[in-house]
């Protein structure tokens, strides 16, 4: 039974149709389309015998591969946090960022979400997105070095668009990072684990803001410049 849902999820066109299951799981709960694309990528995984290749991580990690993932992060913040959302929240609204609000200066709450964002959102977004939904529609596509482009402009919006929660100021900040985070894997795609890095210490630099309560220095900056 097991070996015939694994012959069966292991079919190219799956990956379809378990993006287009996901986000209608979602509208219930975000949470629910995110861990069935999840349970199905990991159960891929363990059937394959843990081909971590199959999913992008085919180089170990190195010390190169997390500074590099750094410097990544802090460009995507440089360029998408200060100077692009600050002028999106201004006209389509704040971004809504109320489900993490109990983490301002609670340092166990931010701590346990630092650890859980790591698990979840660094490797399991990456994995998922990358790994599975990109990687594989990519070479459901064909394999060319075109429609692994066309699938990371397609995952750009499949993932800015599952952020809907945060407004609409969210979804294109989102959207436009991770735009960044799926070009990257694109000319690296066997390293996701580059990715993995990025995404975590882009995480970190926001959950830090919000921790410090200095989330909306940026904005107030933005909103101060076009008063003058």
């Keep these: 039974m097991i070996n015939k849902l694994y012959r069966f999820l292991s079919r190219p066109f799956i990956v379809i149709i378990v993006m287009i299951i996901a986000p209608i799981l979602s509208i219930a709960d975000r949470n629910y389309g995110y861990f069935f694309g999840l349970f199905i990528a990991l159960f891929l995984l363990w059937k394959s015998g843990w081909d ?47 489900s993490i609000d109990d983490i301002r200066g609670d340092f166990a709450s931010f701590f346990i979400l630092f650890l859980i964002m790591w698990v979840f959102a660094a490797f399991g977004e990456e994995f998922l997105f990358s790994g599975y939904y990109m990687k594989h529609l990519a070479e459901f596509l064909g394999n060319t070095n075109k429609t692994w482009l066309v699938s990371a402009i397609i995952l750009s919006i499949y993932f800015g668009v599952s952020h809907n929660y945060q407004g609409t100021s969210g979804m294109i900040a989102v959207g436009l990072a991770s735009s960044i985070y799926f070009f990257t894997f694109y000319r690296n795609r066997t390293n996701l684990a580059l990715l993995v890095f990025a995404h975590g210490f882009y995480d970190t630099i926001g959950l830090t803001l919000i921790y410090l309560n200095e989330d909306r220095i940026f904005y107030n900056w933005a909103l101060k410049l076009m008063s003058n």
Excluded at 53 to 64: H, N, R
Excluded at 78 to 89: G, H, S
Excluded at 90 to 98: A, V
Aim: proline share 4%; aromatic share 14%; glycine share 8%.
């Design 52 to 98: 971590w290749p199959k999913f992008g991580f085919g180089q170990k990690i190195s010390l190169s591969t997390i500074l590099k993932g750094l410097l990544l992060a802090v460009t995507i913040f440089v360029v998408v946090d200060i100077c692009i959302q600050p002028f999106l929240e201004i006209y389509f609204g704040e971004i809504d960022l109320s």
